[in-house]
């Protein structure tokens, strides 16, 4: 759209009901704020600039919600009496003679562009107030859009609304837009006679149209204006992201076998062809190619795993972790800070951590990387087609060439060469008898201490 607008969200809420020590749109939907992800949308709307009205944690909302090619301006709501005077907390932004006002929540994650834009049309086509609503069999607390000859003509709050405007099913979001020339005349006309005593954004709409002003109403699904006062809303709120990112990842063509098990995060990005199998967690800054299998019971965080690898079941991928073609790390392994290299095998029970796997390389079950010397982390280098024997320990900083073979039950704390066969374990010793009379020395020691 070629009109300039200016975006007011209100983040100012104080988590009273979260009962939390910190503001309610840090909370996070898929490990993002809430704030984010209504940015996130604005953003996509056409606008230009945003007023952000804060509160309680301040610099930390304005930096939740910071995004690219946006202005953003935090202003504080310094006084709790509505939502017309919260709007008006942006008075000088406002007053820069933006085409289009558009007011916006911190709280509600779930808005998607459409209705946002259709509001935006709304303007364009002559009207001064365009609210967003929706029709639901619930509507208790809610304002409701009152509606004459097709055209909005108020919204009453429910403490004010008459037996008759309560039946009304059409409901106010709080979401709408304003005409940008007219918005601070019409928000400083809003008065305080109600039974809360506060001024309420919604009485623009008959303010406009005694001014002789159009004002229209559009509609928007229910689920995307799910609001969010407590942790119980929240985890609805979480569901509900969830189950729409599933949902659109099946239909680009991943495979998900108990979809309601798996946890995306806002930038999880699965190629198609992917099958998830259940009870899988991703945690931010994950990328799975085309023909990868993530296994049951994995945990992936900050990690990069390529065409046709396979991970878990029951594997953590820690940050840092780059998983090339056909590579595989298996059941109750971790990976952190590595790059395993096409088609080599970390299979079982073992712990990579800060190194560099080479193609081909076999990594035995039960090794670990020893990275971490209790002050600094240090690398281990592994060639390709190396083959490293169950329960050894690697002690960084090492390197083992191509092709090197290192002995099951090693220590390895110099580097390898390449075709090398590395032992570093005590030759081994058996002592006939010894374990007898171990054994009769321990039951004879039991039985003392019964008599005793």
Known sequence: MERSCLAVILAAGESTRMKSSMSKVLHPVANR????????VVART????????????????????????ITVEPYLQKERLGTGNAVLAAREAIGRGYDDILVAYGDVPLITEGPLRAAREGLAAGNDVVVIGFHTDRPTGYGRLLVENGELV????????????????????????I??????????RIGND????????????????????????????????????????????????????????????????????????HDTTIAQDVVIEPNVVFGPGVTVETGAVIHAFSHLEGADVKA??????????????????????????????????????????????????????????????CNYDGVNKHITRIGENSFIGSNSALVAPVSIGDGAYVASGSVITEDVPADALALGRARQETKLERAKIIRERALAFKAAKKKA
């Not at 108020?154 to 837009?177: F, H, P, Q, Y």
């Not at 689920?223 to 809303?233: F, K, Q, Y």
């Not at 972790?321 to 096409?342: P, S, W």
């Open 179 to 188: 005409n940008g020339r007219k918005a601070l005349d019409l928000l400083g």
């Open 194 to 265: 109600n039974a809360k005593g506060e001024f309420y954004l919604t009485d623009v709409v008959e303010i406009a149209r005694s001014l002789g002003g159009r004002t229209n109403a559009v509609d928007a699904p229910e689920d995307e204006l799910t609001g969010c006062n407590n942790r119980a809303e929240l985890a609805v709120i979480e569901r509900m992201w969830q189950e729409r990112r599933r949902h659109a990842m099946m239909l680009a063509g991943v495979s998900m076998i108990a979809p309601e098990t798996v946890f995306l995060s």
């Open 33 to 40: 704020p809430m704030i984010a992800h209504v940015m996130d």
């Open 308 to 369: 046709g690898a396979t991970v878990g079941p029951f594997a953590r991928l820690r940050p840092g972790t780059d998983l090339a073609e056909g590579a595989k790390v298996g059941n109750f392994c971790e990976v952190k800070n590595a790059e395993i290299g096409a088609g080599a095998k970390v299979n079982h029970l073992t712990y990579i951590g800060d190194a560099f796997i080479g193609a081909g390389s076999n990594i035995g079950a039960g090794t670990i990387t």
């Open 46 to 69: 056409g606008i230009s600039s945003v007023a952000l009205i804060v509160g309680r944690n301040a610099d930390e909302v304005a930096k939740a919600a910071g995004i690219d090619g």
């Open 154 to 177: 108020a919204i009453r709050e429910e403490k004010d609304a008459s037996e008759a405007e309560r039946a009304v099913t059409w409901c106010n979001s709080g979401l709408m837009a």
